[in-house]
Every structure is written in structure tokens, then in C-alpha cells.
């Protein structure tokens, strides 16, 4: 699959913010599970349709201030 191709494909992602976000923006991010961790920070598990999608759930960390620590493709839903 081209690089193209791939940013228009549906993927399975793993974000992690630092620090545990209250459960109360679990429906502002759409409904995701947020998932503390031990070490401080949360985790979203999420599958996004595309790059755009993406981009916009980035956009919304970024206006809640939480800091990103990484963003990670776990497997592309078939």
C-alpha cells in the first residue's frame, strides 16, 4: 500500500498523555476509554478513519494542554 494510501486507511492508535485525565473527557475526546496507567500517564485507544482524524483528536489534546508523550500505530483494522 503507498504512503498515500495508507493516510486514508483506518488505524488502530495508542496515545499517551501525561498525567491521568479525569473520566469527564472521555466524552469530549468521543466516547474513548481513557486508561491510567501506573506511571502517571493516561492512554487513549482509539481507531481513527484517516490522517484528518487524526489531526483533529492531536488538535484536541493540544487545546486540553495535556502533554503528549507518544502516538502510536498498534495494527490497521482490516
Known sequence: MSP????????????R??????????AWFGG?????EDDGTTMLHCV???????HGLLAKIRDLGAPLI???VSDRPE
Open 70 to 72: 507518544s502516538v502510536t
Open 48 to 54: 481513527v478513519a484517516d490522517q484528518a482524524e487524526l
Open 4 to 15: 498515500r494510501a495508507r493516510a486514508h486507511a483506518p488505524a488502530r492508535y495508542e496515545v
Open 17 to 26: 498523555v501525561a498525567g491521568h485525565l479525569d473520566e469527564h473527557w472521555s
Open 32 to 36: 474513548l476509554a481513557l486508561i491510567h
